[in-house]
Protein backbone atom coordinates (compact mmCIF):
# COMPACT_ATOMS: atom_id res chain seq x y z
CA UNK A 1 0.00 0.00 0.00
CA UNK A 2 2.80 2.74 0.48
CA UNK A 3 3.29 2.79 -3.56
CA UNK A 4 0.23 5.50 -2.82
CA UNK A 5 2.90 7.57 -1.35
CA UNK A 6 5.01 9.86 -3.58
CA UNK A 7 8.17 8.96 -1.79
CA UNK A 8 10.44 11.52 -3.70
CA UNK A 9 7.79 14.21 -2.97
CA UNK A 10 7.93 14.06 1.16
CA UNK A 11 11.94 13.70 0.86
CA UNK A 12 12.15 16.85 -1.23
CA UNK A 13 9.71 19.29 0.52
CA UNK A 14 11.18 18.43 3.59
CA UNK A 15 14.20 19.06 2.90
CA UNK A 16 12.97 22.47 1.68
CA UNK A 17 10.75 23.33 4.47
CA UNK A 18 12.48 21.88 7.35
CA UNK A 19 10.91 24.01 9.84
CA UNK A 20 7.50 25.07 8.90
CA UNK A 21 6.41 21.38 7.24
CA UNK A 22 4.38 18.56 8.75
CA UNK A 23 5.71 15.45 6.21
CA UNK A 24 1.97 13.98 5.68
CA UNK A 25 1.32 11.48 2.95
CA UNK A 26 -2.98 10.84 2.93
CA UNK A 27 -4.39 7.74 1.27
CA UNK A 28 -7.69 6.42 1.05
CA UNK A 29 -7.89 3.64 3.67
CA UNK A 30 -10.51 0.94 4.53
CA UNK A 31 -10.90 -0.04 8.26
CA UNK A 32 -12.27 -3.35 8.67
CA UNK A 33 -12.59 -4.62 12.07
CA UNK A 34 -15.90 -6.79 13.48
CA UNK A 35 -16.99 -3.89 15.09
CA UNK A 36 -15.94 -1.03 13.26
CA UNK A 37 -15.89 -1.06 9.05
CA UNK A 38 -15.81 2.78 7.31
CA UNK A 39 -13.48 4.27 4.74
CA UNK A 40 -11.87 7.36 5.18
CA UNK A 41 -8.41 9.29 4.18
CA UNK A 42 -5.22 8.09 6.67
CA UNK A 43 -2.52 11.02 7.44
CA UNK A 44 0.79 8.99 7.84
CA UNK A 45 2.91 11.12 9.12
CA UNK A 46 7.03 10.68 8.40
CA UNK A 47 10.07 12.63 9.56
CA UNK A 48 13.61 12.98 9.53
CA UNK A 49 12.73 10.66 5.94
CA UNK A 50 16.35 10.79 3.93
CA UNK A 51 17.47 8.19 1.26
CA UNK A 52 19.32 6.23 3.32
CA UNK A 53 16.42 5.51 5.76
CA UNK A 54 13.96 5.55 2.74
CA UNK A 55 13.89 1.16 2.73
CA UNK A 56 13.50 0.99 6.78
CA UNK A 57 11.02 3.63 6.38
CA UNK A 58 9.04 1.78 3.54
CA UNK A 59 9.30 -1.26 5.62
CA UNK A 60 7.65 -0.18 8.61
CA UNK A 61 5.12 2.14 6.77
CA UNK A 62 4.24 -0.92 5.04
CA UNK A 63 3.85 -3.44 8.46
CA UNK A 64 2.08 -0.40 9.87
CA UNK A 65 -1.10 -0.28 7.13
CA UNK A 66 -1.42 -4.41 6.92
CA UNK A 67 -1.69 -4.45 10.47
CA UNK A 68 -3.53 -1.70 10.83
CA UNK A 69 -7.45 -2.97 11.62
CA UNK A 70 -5.52 -4.94 14.72
CA UNK A 71 -3.49 -1.64 15.96
CA UNK A 72 -6.66 0.01 15.58
CA UNK A 73 -9.27 -2.36 17.44
CA UNK A 74 -6.45 -3.17 20.12
CA UNK A 75 -5.97 0.87 20.77
CA UNK A 76 -9.79 1.02 20.86
CA UNK A 77 -9.87 -1.65 23.45
CA UNK A 78 -7.42 -0.13 25.81
CA UNK A 79 -8.87 3.41 25.76
CA UNK A 80 -12.35 2.03 26.25
CA UNK A 81 -11.09 -0.40 29.50
CA UNK A 82 -8.72 2.87 30.43
CA UNK A 83 -11.78 4.90 30.66
CA UNK A 84 -14.50 2.47 32.08
CA UNK A 85 -11.55 2.22 35.01
CA UNK A 86 -10.74 5.95 35.60
CA UNK A 87 -13.82 8.04 34.07
CA UNK A 88 -17.49 9.19 34.01
CA UNK A 89 -20.00 7.97 31.56
CA UNK A 90 -19.53 11.12 29.64
CA UNK A 91 -15.80 10.75 28.92
CA UNK A 92 -16.38 6.97 27.95
CA UNK A 93 -19.09 8.25 25.48
CA UNK A 94 -16.74 10.74 23.81
CA UNK A 95 -14.17 8.24 23.97
CA UNK A 96 -15.35 4.72 22.55
CA UNK A 97 -16.48 3.70 18.44
CA UNK A 98 -19.15 6.50 18.51
CA UNK A 99 -16.52 9.01 18.42
CA UNK A 100 -15.20 7.73 15.58
CA UNK A 101 -18.28 7.66 13.71
CA UNK A 102 -19.17 11.56 14.77
CA UNK A 103 -19.23 13.71 12.24
CA UNK A 104 -16.79 16.57 12.29
CA UNK A 105 -18.07 19.86 13.69
CA UNK A 106 -18.36 22.02 10.53
Same mark, same amino acid.
Given at each position: ?29 ? #? ?16 ? #? ?14 ? #? ?30 ? #? ?9
Amino acid at each position: MHNLIDWDHLINFQEDNEDDWQPKATIPFF #LDTPYLKREFPLDIVVWN #LTEDTLDITKKVVEYV #LSNFNKLFETAWTGLYYFCCAYMDDEVINNHS #LTEFYQDPVA
